[in-house]
């Protein structure tokens, strides 16, 4: 029932040190600081850096980072290493802001958990075929520049507007076409005419890129052999006429 008590306290506030009835705090963290409090799972004491108990100096009892990231970045790792280790990293205010053990992950702030999203997070949300509609909600929550690195990915799958998968990954990206005019112009190189019709009806029909426009006009001016067939110049000619300005 102590450690269970314990564990509640830690949750719900300040890990305490050596005996359960010493609290202590983490003096002295500037903004953007944070502190790392690693805990004996089986007996819930604080351990030092050297995963021995902890007395009751503070400076004994958590480590001090420059960031959050780096903070939880080092105690995965710790629970890599050491499965009878439960971590917790607070922030400057002295909030609990993320726990890791062997068995679970928890982010206190959801904000959070997207920052540190890996590679390899992001890329699985990468659809897998034209009914994946499971990825839309983790696509929705990424940034840009989290969602940069799978754009071309991502395009592939408005080759065609009747996949279900097509319009929600159209709607994600078209609010920032004009931060991926080089992934479009490759489109633009390509001989696949339906798809660039997709691209200018889905996307590009508000551009302001210089470079993107420009492509537009060749396309309504100079034509290829599959944008005449799939009327891909009269839709470029409707954006350079501003029949979409609203």
């Known amino acids: 029932m102590k450690i269970l008590n314990f564990i509640k306290n830690i949750i719900n506030g300040k890990p305490k040190a050596g005996q359960y009835s010493y609290v202590f705090d983490f003096p002295g963290l500037k903004k953007g ?3 790392l409090s690693r805990v004996d799972r089986n007996t819930g004491i604080v351990l030092n850096e050297n995963f021995k108990y902890a007395g009751f100096d503070n400076t004994s009892v958590y480590t001090k980072f420059g960031n959050i990231e ?3 970045n080092t105690a995965r790792e710790i629970a890599k290493a050491n499965t ?11 909030e609990l802001v993320y726990f890791i053990d062997v068995e679970k992950e928890k982010f206190y702030k959801p904000d959070l958990e997207l920052n ?3 590679d390899m997070d992001i890329k699985a949300l990468i659809p897998k075929n034209k009914f994946d509609e499971e990825v839309i909600d983790g696509l929705k929550a990424l940034s840009f520049d989290q969602l940069k690195p799978i754009i071309p990915e991502l395009l592939e799958w408005l080759q065609d507007m009747n996949w279900p998968i097509a ?4 709607d ?3 609010p920032h076409v004009d931060r ?3 992934e479009l112009i ?3 190189k390509t001989n696949d005419g339906m798809w660039k019709l997709w691209i200018l009806i889905n996307l590009a029909r508000h551009t302001k890129d210089p470079l993107l426009l420009s492509e537009i006009a060749r396309i309504a001016k100079f034509p290829t052999k599959d944008e005449v067939e799939d009327e891909v110049h009269l839709e470029a000619t409707a954006i350079l006429n501003g029949d979409y300005i609203t």
């Open 33 to 35: 600081e944070s502190a």
């Open 70 to 72: 780096e903070a939880i």
């Open 84 to 94: 009878t280790v439960e971590i917790y990293v607070y922030d400057n205010q002295q």
């Open 116 to 118: 540190l999203l890996t």
């Open 167 to 170: 319009r929600p990954i159209a």
């Open 172 to 174: 994600i990206l078209e």
């Open 180 to 182: 991926m005019v080089p």
């Open 186 to 188: 490759k489109i633009f």
